[in-house]
């Protein structure tokens, strides 16, 4: 949605909210898909970089071939959202998807990139890649126009071939997981399940819904519901499948009954499987998360060894962050144990209004799972999760959202020892984050704590977030005493992050590394010898139009003392001395925080590689405007109050700041700023425009506005919602599209949009008076 500021009359929040939100005001012949400039249109025309993933043995990456921006004609394919989910019906799996089109091996130690030998259909994409325990083999998905299949490849050979050309049905997450070396678990369409329901002529009579509890509620907003009893056919239609083994020489074993199978995994030795099951009644109020759910273990035959929990349809859930499902929740297997099955359960009812001294407790039940469950470790907070290390030792963490702290402990799942206090800490103190538990794959393909030969210690590694911006980092811990060593740290001219520990002492490191001027590339370091880092991958500038952009992290406070910070970039050429003062274009996204210190840290890097992508508004900078990007926007709770009570003020003050700061730089024309955003930053821009004169115009995408007090167009109503305040206002609906733009049409118009608003609002010179 495009606005320009009136001089005399403010514009009200008229704005457009997601694409198929409202109806768009027709005011005569459409034109089309519009382009953008040439420059623009060549790097949306460029072919993406590829996809890497080190291969378990850590000698090799694997490469995924990206393909380009998808078509509108791939996008506006036939789709169903329903229950909170949006399908395919030509392949029952997910829509909107753009996977890889090829996959090749590269040498670790370096040298060119050896495609797999592989047939695949002409057209067919690539997704959902898995190891086998081994690492040796891998499985993955190819979709074509109607179909997804199961493929199976071997680094050893590099080769691919299909295992059965039985249809697997993805529509409700990942179709296949390993259970052992030499078979897969895979849900597929049932070979009886018959033609699409059709959507009655006549509709069966009026739908309703009901709050009896007498409860003020309050209740989340949820996308994709159900909306009839034609969307709950098509749903059931659609998610249900038949569950079976599949061995690599393609024997396909049903096991058990067809049903909505929302979720499958085997243990890690493959002889069980943990499957969730879904069942009516269905709602129209929440998503499939909250159907009736069946948790239980089967045995490899179909044969139920324990059901975890049967939970009926859950309408009110409770609300924030802290609140959690009654009854066993997040059910995961042991990673470093054969057949343990492992959850939580809150001690509260699940109500964090509720006084209780502990609120979660996190429990073990192995196989053959007949025995009574045994807890793990209590947590006075919501527990998170835990990372498994050993018979004797794991990591656990637990937090609270509200009071945003979380606490990490060292715990011993054995019972021996009582839980350790490893550090608490502010959730929003990225300065003082101690990074997270680096992972490895055991024996049995599982991802377990990585530990130092001597069992003693661990890895961390994080953002490494300072004053100067981020320096990412590698760190050793002992878990004893806590203490760190300090392994790895990113330094300038580079920003450069650990990827892949190389070895067990984590004295060998991938890293990827990427500079102001350097495009993102994969190196390896030998922490130990000290000699200068090899470069793996060589991947050239995807957009050399943009070399000579440059940048600036600038530092400012606003009014109330609260420290602020952006990224500046100015277009290619620019010279102060010649060009003076430019137009310029804001884009921001506002945040919640809980403390002003938090919300005065500096994120990100000055030596990031910058390049834009899709419906970026860093494309303005080759139209020769100034991008002020990512001014800081902190909305914080003051003074006991919730952080939205003084939304407006602190928006205000924030934006002042950042005009302030570009305009006494002396590069911005104070006459001549745009503004814009996209989601909550679209609902930014009409509050800016709605109280203040800062800018000349606005650009907002895919926001969400509160219309309830300018009803234009209710019953009596002749204006439409656009006209009713006076504004000049163009509002752009993309058919097909959703909250994202992902058609290559699509995100051509959008910037074709944006470009031709600013020529129009923002970049001329003011008239004067």
């Given at each position: 949605?495009?606005?320009?500021?009136?001089?005399?009359?403010?514009?009200?929040?008229?704005l457009?909210?997601?694409?198929?939100?409202?109806?768009?005001?027709?005011?005569g012949a459409?034109?089309?898909?519009?382009?953008?400039p040439?420059?623009?249109?060549?790097?949306?025309d460029?072919?993406?970089?590829?996809?890497?993933?080190v291969?378990?043995?850590r000698?090799?990456?694997?490469?995924?071939?990206?393909?380009?921006l998808?078509?509108?004609?791939?996008?506006?394919a036939?789709?169903?959202r329903?229950a909170?989910?949006?399908l395919?019906?030509?392949?029952?799996?997910?829509?909107?998807?753009n996977?890889?089109?090829?996959?090749?091996?590269?040498?670790?130690e370096?040298?060119?990139?050896?495609?797999?030998?592989?047939?695949?259909?002409?057209?067919a994409?690539?997704?959902?890649?898995?190891w086998?325990?081994?690492g040796?083999?891998?499985?993955?998905v190819?979709s074509?126009?109607?179909?997804l299949?199961l493929w199976v490849g071997?680094?050893?050979?590099?080769?691919?071939?299909?295992v059965?050309?039985r249809?697997?049905?993805?529509?409700?997450?990942?179709p296949?997981d390993?259970a052992?070396?030499?078979a897969?678990?895979?849900?597929?369409?049932?070979?009886?399940?018959?033609?699409?329901?059709?959507?009655p002529?006549?509709p069966s009579?009026?739908?309703?819904?009901?709050?009896?509890?007498?409860?003020?509620?309050?209740?989340?907003?949820?996308?994709?519901?159900?909306?009839s009893?034609?969307?709950?056919?098509i749903?059931?239609h659609?998610?249900?499948?038949?569950?079976?083994?599949?061995?690599l020489?393609?024997?396909?074993a049903?096991?058990?009954?067809?049903?909505i199978?929302?979720?499958?995994?085997a243990?890690?030795?493959g002889?069980?499987l943990?499957?969730?099951?879904?069942?009516?009644?269905?709602s129209?109020?929440?998503p499939?998360?909250?159907?009736?759910t069946?948790?239980?273990?089967w045995?490899?035959?179909?044969?139920?060894?324990r059901?975890l929990a049967?939970?009926?349809?859950?309408?009110?859930?409770?609300?924030?962050?802290?609140?959690?499902?009654?009854?066993?929740?997040s059910?995961?297997?042991?990673?470093d144990?054969p057949?343990?099955?492992?959850?939580?359960?809150?001690?509260?009812?699940?109500?964090?209004?509720t006084?209780?001294?502990?609120?979660d407790?996190?429990?073990?039940?192995?196989a053959p799972?007949t025995a009574?469950p045994?807890?793990?470790?209590e947590t006075?907070?919501?527990?998170r999760?835990?990372?498994?290390g050993?018979g004797?030792?794991?990591i656990?963490?637990?937090?609270?959202?509200?009071?945003?702290k979380?606490r990490?402990?060292?715990?011993d799942p054995?019972?021996?020892?009582?839980?350790?206090l490893l550090?608490?800490?502010?959730?929003?103190?990225?300065?003082?984050?101690?990074?997270a538990?680096?992972?490895a794959?055991?024996?049995?393909?599982?991802q377990?704590?990585?530990l130092t030969?001597?069992?003693?210690?661990?890895?961390?590694?994080?953002?490494?977030?300072?004053?100067?911006?981020?320096r990412?980092?590698?760190d050793?811990?002992?878990?004893?005493?806590g203490?760190?060593?300090r392994?790895?740290?990113?330094?300038?001219?580079?920003?450069?992050?650990?990827?892949?520990?190389?070895?067990?002492?984590?004295?060998?490191?991938?890293?990827?590394?990427?500079?102001?001027?350097e495009?993102?590339n994969?190196?390896?370091?030998?922490?130990?010898?000290?000699?200068?880092?090899?470069?793996?991958?060589?991947?050239?500038?995807?957009?050399?139009?943009?070399?000579?952009?440059t940048?600036?992290v600038?530092?400012?406070?606003?009014?109330d003392?609260?420290a602020?910070?952006?990224?500046?970039f100015?277009?290619?050429?620019?010279?102060?001395?010649?060009d003076?003062?430019?137009?310029f274009?804001?884009?921001?996204?506002?945040?919640?925080?809980?403390?002003?210190?938090?919300?005065?840290q500096v994120?990100?890097?000055?030596?990031?590689?910058?390049?834009?992508?899709?419906?970026?508004?860093?494309?303005?900078?080759?139209?020769?405007?100034?991008v002020?990007?990512?001014?800081?926007?902190?909305?914080?709770?003051?003074?006991?109050?919730e952080?939205?009570?003084?939304?407006?003020?602190?928006?205000?003050?924030?934006?002042?700041a950042?005009?302030?700061?570009?305009?006494?730089?002396g590069?911005a024309?104070?006459?001549?700023?745009?503004v814009?955003?996209h989601?909550?930053?679209?609902?930014?821009?009409?509050?800016?425009?709605?109280?203040?004169?800062?800018?000349?115009?606005?650009?907002?995408?895919?926001?969400?506005?509160?219309?309830?007090?300018?009803?234009?167009?209710?019953?009596?109503?002749?204006?439409?919602?656009?006209?009713?305040?006076?504004?000049?206002?163009?509002?752009?609906?993309?058919?097909?599209?959703?909250?994202g733009y992902?058609?290559?049409?699509?995100?051509?118009?959008?910037?074709?949009?944006?470009?031709?608003?600013?020529?129009?609002?923002?970049?001329?010179?003011?008239?004067?008076?």
């Amino acid at each position: 949605m495009f606005v320009r500021r009136r001089s005399t009359v403010r514009t009200a929040a008229i704005l457009a909210g997601l694409a198929l939100a409202l109806t768009p005001l027709v005011t005569g012949a459409q034109d089309g898909y519009r382009q953008p400039p040439t420059a623009v249109a060549q790097i949306l025309d460029a072919p993406a970089l590829p996809t890497v993933m080190v291969t378990p043995d850590r000698k090799h990456l694997m490469l995924l071939e990206r393909p380009g921006l998808p078509s509108i004609a791939e996008i506006a394919a036939p789709e169903y959202r329903v229950a909170g989910i949006r399908l395919d019906p030509r392949t029952s799996g997910p829509s909107r998807q753009n996977p890889a089109r090829g996959l090749s091996l590269m040498p670790m130690e370096g040298g060119a990139a050896m495609p797999f030998a592989m047939s695949l259909p002409t057209g067919a994409g690539i997704g959902n890649l898995t190891w086998a325990p081994s690492g040796a083999r891998f499985a993955f998905v190819v979709s074509t126009e109607d179909a997804l299949t199961l493929w199976v490849g071997d680094t050893r050979t590099r080769s691919a071939r299909q295992v059965t050309s039985r249809r697997l049905n993805a529509v409700l997450g990942a179709p296949c997981d390993w259970a052992g070396d030499e078979a897969l678990v895979c849900t597929f369409i049932p070979p009886n399940r018959g033609a699409e329901p059709k959507a009655p002529s006549v509709p069966s009579g009026p739908i309703a819904q009901e709050a009896l509890t007498g409860r003020e509620d309050r209740a989340a907003t949820y996308q994709d519901l159900l909306k009839s009893p034609h969307d709950e056919a098509i749903f059931s239609h659609y998610a249900t499948s038949q569950l079976a083994r599949v061995a690599l020489d393609g024997t396909v074993a049903p096991i058990g009954a067809a049903g909505i199978i929302s979720e499958v995994s085997a243990s890690p030795d493959g002889r069980w499987l943990l499957v969730t099951t879904l069942a009516r009644p269905f709602s129209y109020s929440v998503p499939l998360t909250y159907f009736p759910t069946t948790i239980a273990i089967w045995s490899l035959d179909g044969t139920v060894a324990r059901t975890l929990a049967t939970r009926p349809l859950i309408e009110r859930v409770s609300w924030g962050g802290d609140g959690a499902q009654v009854g066993p929740r997040s059910p995961s297997w042991r990673s470093d144990a054969p057949a343990t099955l492992v959850w939580i359960e809150a001690l509260d009812g699940g109500n964090p209004a509720t006084t209780a001294a502990k609120r979660d407790r996190i429990l073990v039940v192995s196989a053959p799972f007949t025995a009574a469950p045994t807890t793990v470790v209590e947590t006075e907070w919501r527990a998170r999760g835990i990372t498994w290390g050993r018979g004797d030792l794991a990591i656990a963490t637990e937090g609270t959202s509200r009071g945003r702290k979380n606490r990490t402990w060292v715990i011993d799942p054995s019972g021996r020892t009582a839980p350790r206090l490893l550090w608490e800490r502010s959730s929003e103190d990225r300065y003082n984050d101690p990074g997270a538990f680096v992972t490895a794959r055991d024996a049995r393909g599982r991802q377990v704590l990585q530990l130092t030969p001597d069992g003693k210690s661990a890895f961390l590694r994080g953002t490494g977030a300072s004053p100067e911006g981020d320096r990412p980092f590698l760190d050793k811990v002992d878990l004893a005493t806590g203490r760190t060593e300090r392994l790895f740290r990113s330094t300038a001219p580079y920003y450069e992050t650990v990827a892949e520990l190389l070895d067990e002492k984590g004295e060998r490191l991938l890293t990827r590394r990427e500079s102001v001027t350097e495009p993102p590339n994969y190196w390896q370091r030998d922490l130990v010898r000290r000699i200068a880092p090899r470069q793996v991958t060589a991947v050239a500038d995807p957009a050399p139009a943009f070399a000579g952009v440059t940048r600036q992290v600038v530092q400012y406070k606003r009014a109330d003392g609260v420290a602020l910070q952006a990224t500046v970039f100015l277009p290619p050429g620019y010279d102060q001395a010649r060009d003076g003062a430019i137009p310029f274009l804001l884009w921001a996204y506002p945040r919640e925080f809980g403390s002003a210190d938090a919300a005065s840290q500096v994120q990100g890097s000055p030596y990031r590689f910058t390049r834009p992508g899709g419906s970026s508004h860093l494309f303005a900078l080759l139209q020769g405007y100034g991008v002020m990007d990512d001014p800081t926007m902190p909305i914080i709770a003051l003074d006991g109050k919730e952080s939205n009570d003084t939304y407006v003020e602190q928006l205000v003050t924030s934006a002042e700041a950042a005009v302030n700061q570009i305009v006494g730089m002396g590069i911005a024309d104070r006459d001549r700023i745009g503004v814009g955003g996209h989601s909550y930053g679209a609902f930014m821009t009409a509050n800016l425009l709605a109280h203040t004169k800062l800018f000349r115009a606005g650009i907002a995408r895919s926001g969400a506005y509160n219309r309830t007090l300018t009803p234009f167009g209710f019953q009596g109503e002749e204006r439409s919602y656009l006209k009713g305040n006076g504004a000049t206002v163009r509002y752009v609906q993309l058919p097909g599209e959703s909250h994202g733009y992902a058609a290559r049409e699509s995100i051509g118009h959008t910037l074709h949009e944006m470009l031709t608003w600013l020529d129009q609002w923002v970049k001329p010179a003011k008239p004067k008076m």
